[in-house]
C-alpha cells in the first residue's frame, strides 16, 4: 500500500488504499521550476549536509543528478512496491505546475528512489522528490525547485545554492561479519553448488553482507566523492540510506528507446597492466563465466521482450575493465512500445506513445538472473534461505524517474546501507553468481574484491 507524505516539513502522513481504489484521496500539488544555470562540473560538491535521508545522488562521469531537501515522499511495500510507486507517482504528476526552461532529460519533476529486492523484505521501497535537484549534462547545468503549488512566493524566486558544511571522516573504521561468517557462508556456497548439480537450478547469486563501524558518523559525502573518484565508468548514487557505486544499469528509458547493461562473470584484478590483460583475456574465454553471462542476458531479454517492438542483443559480451574487478558485459537496447505490455499512464504529460514508464520497465525486469540466478523464482527461493539475511534494498533498482516516465535505473550494486539506528555503523554487501563449476573459496574471493569499493570509500 502506497504512503504519500506531502511535506517533510510538515510530516503529514497520509495513507493511501492500493491503486485503483476510486476513494483514494488526491495526491499534493506542487509547483516545479527548472532554470539553466552556470555550469558546475563537481555534483558532489554541492551537496550541503550529511544528512542520509534527504540527500540525493544519481552521477556518472561527472554528469547526472544531485539533490536535497523533500517535497513528497511516497513508501511502499510488498510484491507490488515498484509498480505501486510508479502508478502514485502518475498520480502526483497529475497534479504539478512544470515551468521547464531547459528541456533535457533529469529537468523538471525527478523523484529518486529505491527498492528492496525482496517483496517480503520491511524495507519496501521509496520515491522521493527533493526540494531542489541540480543536474548537468553535455556541459549544461540547471536548476529545479519544489515547492507547494500554493507557495506562489516559492514558486518565483529561485532560491540560491547553499554554502555546504565541511566534509567529515569517519575516522578509524573496523569490520566484523554480518549475517554469516566466511567459514559459514563458504558451506552455503557449497551447500548451493550441489543443489545446483542436483539439477534443481542452474545459477544461484549468493549475496554476503560485512558490518562496518566508523569512529564517527557517517558523512555520506564523504564516501560519495571516493567511490565517484575511483569508479567514474560506475553510476554513484544515494538515496535514503542507501548509497554506492553500481556498474550495472538495470534500465534507462529515453524518448521511446530502452537500454540495458548485463553484468555477469567476474575476474579479480592484480594491478599489473600486463598480468590484467592475460586475466581478461581468460575471463573471455571462461566456459564457467561465459555460462552464467548467456543466462543472465536471456532472463533480461524475456522480461523486456512484451514491452518491446524490436530488441538488439550483441553476439558476444565484451570485458569491462573496473579498478577492482573485470566483468563481462553486454549492452541490450529495445524500442519501447506503447501498444505491448503495461501502457503508459503518462500520456497526458508528454510521453503519449511512448509505453511503460522507467519504473515500470524497471518493476517488469526485477530481479534479473545476475542479482537472483536462474529460473528467477526457484533461484532466489534458495539464496533467502541460504545467505540467512535480508538483504534490504541491496541489489534492488535504485536511480530516478521524471514527469514524462523517462528515468535511470540500476541495480544497487558496491553498496553500503547506513544504519537508521546509529550513524557510525554500515552494512556493506557484495554477490557471486554460483553456477555448478564454482569454487566457493573462488566465490569468496570474489566477493572480497566487490566488497572493496565501499570498504576503500571508508578511508580517511
Known amino acids: 500500500m502506497p504512503t504519500t507524505h506531502p511535506s517533510a516539513a510538515t510530516s503529514v502522513h497520509e495513507p493511501r488504499p492500493e491503486p485503483g481504489d476510486a476513494a483514494r484521496a488526491p495526491s499534493p500539488a506542487l509547483h516545479v521550476r527548472t532554470v539553466e544555470i552556470d555550469d558546475v562540473p563537481d555534483l558532489l560538491a554541492l551537496l550541503p549536509s550529511s544528512d542520509p535521508v534527504r540527500t540525493f545522488s544519481w552521477v556518472r562521469r561527472d554528469e547526472g543528478l544531485v539533490g536535497w531537501g523533500e517535497a513528497l515522499r511516497i513508501e511502499t511495500d510488498g510484491p507490488g512496491r515498484i509498480r505501486a510507486a510508479d502508478a502514485e507517482w502518475s498520480r502526483v504528476v497529475a497534479r504539478m505546475t512544470v515551468e521547464n ?38 556541459g549544461r547545468c540547471w536548476l529545479t525547485t519544489v515547492s507547494a503549488a500554493h507557495d506562489s512566493a516559492a514558486a518565483v524566486t529561485a532560491p ?59 558523512d555520506l559525502r564523504h564516501l560519495l566523492r571516493h567511490l565517484a573518484a575511483d569508479y567514474p565508468a560506475c553510476w554513484t548514487f544515494a538515496v535514503d540510506h542507501l548509497l554506492g557505486a553500481t ?21 579479480q584484478r592484480t594491478g599489473d597492466d600486463a598480468d590484467d590483460l592475460r586475466r581478461a583475456a581468460e ?37 569491462l575493465h573496473l579498478p577492482n574487478v573485470m566483468h563481462l558485459a553486454s549492452d541490450v537496447t529495445g524500442v519501447v512500445d506503447g501498444a505491448l505490455g503495461h501502457p503508459s499512464t503518462y500520456t497526458s504529460h508528454g510521453a503519449d506513445g511512448l509505453g511503460p514508464s522507467s519504473l515500470a520497465l524497471a518493476a517488469a525486469l526485477h530481479p534479473t538472473a545476475a542479482v537472483g540466478g536462474t529460473p528467477t523464482k526457484d533461484a532466489t527461493a534458495i539464496l533467502a534461505g541460504a545467505e540467512k539475511m535480508d538483504r534490504g534494498r541491496y541489489a534492488g533498482p535504485v536511480g530516478w524517474i521524471g514527469a514524462d516516465g523517462d528515468g535511470e535505473w540500476g541495480i544497487a550494486l558496491r553498496s553500503g546501507q547506513i544504519s537508521t539506528a546509529d550513524p557510525r555503523e554500515m552494512r556493506l554487501f557484495a554477490g557471486c553468481g554460483v553456477v555448478a563449476a564454482s569454487d566457493p573459496e573462488a566465490e569468496l574471493a570474489e566477493s572480497e574484491a566487490k566488497l572493496s569499493p565501499m570498504r576503500e570509500a571508508l578511508r580517511p
Open 101 to 138: 526552461e531547459v528541456g533535457l532529460p533529469g529537468t523538471g519533476a525527478v523523484a529518486f528512489g529505491s527498492f528492496a529486492f525482496s517483496a517480503d523484505s520491511d524495507a519496501g521501497g521509496v520515491l522521493v522528490v527533493p526540494q531542489t535537484v541540480v543536474g548537468r549534462r553535455d
Open 160 to 218: 540560491a545554492l547553499p554554502t555546504p558544511t565541511a566534509v567529515t571522516a569517519p575516522g578509524a573504521v573496523t569490520f566484523a561479519d554480518g549475517s554469516l561468517t566466511t567459514r559459514e557462508w563458504r558451506t552455503a556456497v557449497a551447500e548451493v553448488v550441489a543443489r545446483i548439480k542436483a539439477g534443481e537450478v542452474a545459477k544461484v547469486v549468493m549475496a554476503r553482507d560485512v558490518i562496518a563501524r566508523a569512529e564517527a558518523p557517517v
Open 247 to 267: 556498474p550495472e544499469l538495470l534500465v534507462r528509458r529515453e524518448k521511446g528507446l530502452a537500454a540495458c547493461r548485463v553484468l555477469a562473470g567476474t575476474i
Open 283 to 319: 575471463l573471455a574465454r571462461s566456459s564457467k563465466d561465459l555460462e552464467e553471462h548467456e543466462l543472465a542476458v536471456a532472463s533480461l531479454v524475456r522480461a523486456l521482450r512484451p514491452y518491446c517492438a524490436s530488441i538488439n542483443v550483441p553476439d558476444a559480451p565484451f570485458v
